[in-house]
Structures are given as structure tokens and as C-alpha cells.
């Protein structure tokens, strides 16, 4: 997020920059043409002037080779090409004054000749009709074939007799408009730079609260209640999200604590009075006469159903409660005691309880916790195995967590029934007989979650049930101190 708003900051400067930056540029490139225009136009001025007073009727006889010019008129002439000369080779302007017909007068270079059409064209034509030639298309430094013609008319009473053309090359306005452009691309560089602090100064103020504000929510959505967002800078607004937030998690803390402890004592209460129920059935099986045993039974069997959904309804609210902290646990080792707590009752069916799994894997978990969740999921998987099955607790280091899978040869879940596994209270409709409350697996599942770790359920071919117990991997470093005193203890760990 803190890139992205980063990148609109910078794309909006960006654009500010370049709407000022690039008029500003052609403002720069139009006023140094125009400054050489109004200079080439202010001597072109000077030259037509001094024109008439040279006596410009002497030396237009004098260039046709008219017999009855005078000998004055040729130097007037000689004078006006050196004059013209010395303008060319001051300034390197091509400069010429030419008839009304295009014949020269006096031109410098001698060779030289306005090109035919275009521009030059354009302005001979504005200085025949007596106005002087508008400013030339506009020179950019990446033009360097384009120069400046611009033409004034030669007027003597009241009629264009000569025009005064010059062209000048632009190599030298070309360079002051790019050095003019370097140092806006200078200045709107470091403006760029100045703009990219402020504006990750400004990002990181916005944003700050808005991390703080989504680890605490992680850390909520993850079990760890008791997060909140601490007091710190940031907009008003934010600020103000983040004190409503901690009210809010505050609120729904208390009202989860309530729940869950409404649960606990209500299955703590209920207790008592079922025990005294169950104590009174008792009594009066004794005072029935014969033929009853059936009913009786089934209300003891009743009775003994709901003893045992108070007992599991008490465990998960114990379990809700509990803000276990995770420590690096062998896993491998808790796994294979539990597997032989529970083989004799598996050895009373004829199921073969079977453990595999590497000497070592070290989990973060509680090992309270993860064993209760452990002894639920194989008490689920003997119950629902077939006599004779087989049950096989499987432990693996994966690259980022631990898993325990107990796989059992039941019945299994459709897939739909698998999305539901682990809900409180649901059993699957073909699973309505056997003795249960619905609670094991969702005991596991929050054994697990409080801890940091997950629980997965998935098919078994051909038939049968696979519950996976898995927490985040202890790291390497914990590893080597955990099993460095087990020796090669360990190493006898292997499938019985």
C-alpha cells in the first residue's frame, strides 16, 4: 500500500511538473527567437533607411548599366557592399538588399541567395506589401537545418522600391534555449527530489496507523485476543479509528469471555442436577416391577449421553479459555506417547494403532494443548474405525510447519460433509448412532488454534478419514538445543 500511494504521490508531482515545466520551456525557446527576430528586423531597419539617402535612384542605373549614371553612384554602391560585408563577417548573417524584381543590390555573401519558397518566399512577399515579415516558424534545439529570415520593406515616398532580406543561422539561439531548458530541468529535478521526501514523509504519517491498525487486526483474527493499537501519530481521522478499534476489540473480547463462561457454568451447574436425576432413575428402577428394565435403560443410557455432552462442552469452554504459550515441542515424541496410551483400547477392537515418523520434528505448540488435541482425534478415529482396521499416526517436517495425520479405515466424509467436520454440535447424518456428542474434533480444532497451529481433514482411499494436527516448525537453532541431549535415544523411534 505505502508503494502504490507512494507511486500516485510521485505521478501526481510528476504531472504538476511537467504542465509547469514544459510551457515554461516554450515560453523560454519564443523569447529568445523573438529577441534575435527584433535584432535582425532592427538592422535590416538601419540598412533600409539608409537606403534612400545613398541615393538609391544612382545605383539602381548603375547595377542595370544604365550610360547616364554618374561616377558618385558607384562608390555609393561600393560603399553600401562593403558596409553590407562588414555586417556579414561581424555578425554571420546572410544579408542582402534585392529589387522589387529579386534583382541584388548588395549581397554577403556575393554567392548568396535566399532559397526559393518557404519561409523566404513568405517574408519577400509580407516586405513587398509593405509590413515587415512576422516572427519565423519557431527554432527548437533538435532543428538545427531551420534558420531565421526575416525581411523589412525599402520604402521611398510611399512606394516599396527595394526589400532587405537576412538570414541567420540559429546554432547560437539553439544553444541558450537548451542551457535555458537545462536549468528548468535542473530546477524541476531537484523540485522531483524534494517532492519524493516529502512525499514518503507524508506516506509513511498516513500509513504508520494504518499498520499498526492491520497487525493488531492479524493478530485478533489470529487468537491473540489481547491485541491492540497503540496511541501514536497519524491524520485525526486515524487516530480516531484506532481508539474505536481498541473499543470495538474490547467489546468483542468481553462479550466472547461472557459467552464462553456462560457455557462453562452452565455445564458446571447442569452437573449436579443430572447427577441427582440419574441417582433418582436409579432409585426408581428399584421400586418398578418387572417388564420395565427396556424403558429404564433407555433413560439411564439418556441420562449417560448427557453427562458426557456436559463433559465435552466444559472441555471446549476450558479450551476457548486457555492463552496457551507455544514452545518448541518434539512432536515425534509426544505423538508416539499418546499412540501407546491408546493401544490397548485399540488392541480391545482388534485395530491396529501404527506410528511413523522421523526421531526428531520440533513444533511450536503446547504440548497440553496439542496432546489433548491429539487424544480427541485418535478417540474419534477408534470410534469410527471397523474392527480389525487400522489406525496410523504419521509425523512430518514440512518446510515451514510440523503435521501430525491420523488416518483411519472408517466410513470417511463426502466432500460436502468434510466442509463441515470439525463444526460444534455436527455429526454426519450416517453417523447418527454412534456414541458422541459432535464436540472431539472441535475441541482439536481450538486446542490447535489457540496455539498458533490448524486443523485439516481429508479423504483416505479407499474408504477411511485423515485429520492432520499441524504447527508452525521450530527453528534450527532451537532444534539442535532441544535434541542435543536426547542422543541417539531418538533413533530407536521407528514404526511399532
Known amino acids: 500500500m505505502r508503494t502504490r500511494l507512494l507511486g500516485i504521490l510521485l505521478a501526481l508531482m510528476l504531472c504538476v511538473l511537467a504542465a509547469l515545466g514544459m510551457p515554461l520551456a516554450a515560453a523560454f525557446a519564443a523569447a529568445e527567437q523573438s529577441r534575435v527576430v527584433v535584432d535582425r528586423l532592427d538592422d535590416a531597419a538601419r540598412f533600409a533607411q539608409d537606403l534612400p539617402t545613398s541615393g538609391f535612384s544612382g545605383l539602381e542605373l548603375a547595377l542595370k548599366g544604365d550610360p547616364q549614371r554618374a561616377p558618385g553612384d558607384l562608390s555609393r554602391r561600393h560603399a553600401l557592399d562593403a558596409e553590407v560585408a562588414r555586417y556579414h563577417e561581424l555578425y554571420g548573417v546572410r544579408i542582402g538588399i534585392f529589387q522589387r524584381d529579386g534583382l541584388p543590390i548588395a549581397v554577403a555573401p556575393p554567392e548568396w541567395r535566399p532559397p526559393s519558397g518557404g519561409w523566404a518566399d513568405q517574408a519577400f512577399q509580407?516586405?513587398?506589401?509593405?509590413?515587415?515579415?512576422?516572427?519565423p516558424p519557431q527554432v527548437w534545439p533538435w532543428t538545427p537545418d531551420r534558420t531565421l529570415t526575416v525581411a523589412t520593406p525599402v520604402v521611398r515616398d510611399g512606394d516599396v522600391v527595394a526589400v532587405v532580406l537576412s538570414e541567420s543561422p540559429t546554432g547560437a539561439l539553439r544553444a541558450r534555449v537548451l542551457r535555458s531548458w537545462l536549468v528548468i530541468g535542473a530546477g524541476e529535478a531537484a523540485a522531483m527530489v524534494v517532492a519524493v521526501l516529502l512525499a514518503a514523509r507524508l506516506t509513511e504519517w498516513v500509513l504508520r496507523p494504518v499498520r499498526t491498525l492491520d497487525r493488531a487486526t492479524h493478530d485478533i483474527a489470529t487468537g491473540r485476543m489481547n491485541a491492540r493499537v497503540a496511541p501514536g501519530g497519524g491524520p485525526p481521522e486515524l487516530q480516531r479509528l484506532a481508539r474505536s478499534f481498541n473499543e470495538m476489540a474490547d467489546h468483542v473480547v468481553l462479550a466472547l469471555d461472557q459467552q464462553k463462561a456462560f457455557v462453562a457454568d452452565a455445564s458446571h451447574q447442569l452437573r449436579n442436577p443430572l447427577a441427582a436425576l440419574l441417582l433418582r432413575v436409579e432409585v426408581l428402577g428399584l421400586e418398578l416391577p418387572e417388564g420395565h428394565d427396556e424403558e429404564l435403560g433407555g433413560v439411564r443410557e439418556e441420562g449417560v449421553r448427557l453427562a458426557r455432552v456436559l463433559d465435552d462442552l466444559l472441555g471446549l469452554a476450558t479450551a476457548e479459555h486457555a492463552r496457551p504459550e507455544p514452545e518448541p515441542t518434539d512432536l515425534s515424541l509426544l505423538s508416539l506417547e499418546r499412540v501407546d496410551a491408546w493401544r490397548r483400547l485399540a488392541g480391545r477392537r482388534g485395530i491396529e494403532l501404527a506410528w511413523e515418523g522421523p526421531a526428531?520434528?520440533?513444533?511450536?505448540?503446547?504440548?497440553?494443548?496439542?496432546?489433548?488435541?491429539?487424544?480427541?482425534?485418535?478417540?474419534?478415529?477408534?470410534?469410527?474405525?471397523?474392527?480389525?482396521?487400522?489406525?496410523?499416526?504419521?509425523?512430518?517436517?514440512?518446510?515451514?510447519?510440523?503435521?501430525v495425520t491420523v488416518s483411519d479405515q472408517g466410513p470417511g466424509l463426502t466432500e460436502e460433509e468434510l466442509a463441515r467436520a470439525g463444526d460444534r454440535f455436527w455429526r454426519s447424518p450416517r453417523h447418527q448412532n454412534v456414541d458422541g456428542s459432535g464436540l472431539g474434533l472441535s475441541i482439536a480444532r481450538t486446542l490447535l488454534q489457540a496455539a498458533g497451529g490448524s486443523v485439516a481433514f481429508g479423504p483416505v482411499a479407499p474408504s477411511g478419514l485423515a485429520v492432520t494436527l499441524a504447527v508452525p516448525r521450530a527453528g534450527r537453532k532451537r532444534a539442535q538445543r532441544a535434541g542435543g541431549g536426547r542422543g541417539s535415544a531418538g533413533q530407536g523411534l521407528t514404526e511399532r
Do not use: C, Q, T
Request: charged share 30%; net charge negative; glycine share 12%.
Open 360 to 403: 526428531l520434528a520440533l513444533g511450536m505448540a503446547d504440548p497440553i494443548g496439542f496432546g489433548s488435541a491429539l487424544d480427541a482425534v485418535l478417540d474419534n478415529a477408534l470410534k469410527f474405525g471397523p474392527d480389525g482396521s487400522r489406525v496410523r499416526v504419521m509425523v512430518a517436517v514440512r518446510r515451514e510447519e510440523v503435521a
Open 126 to 135: 509580407e516586405a513587398l506589401d509593405g509590413r515587415r515579415s512576422h516572427n
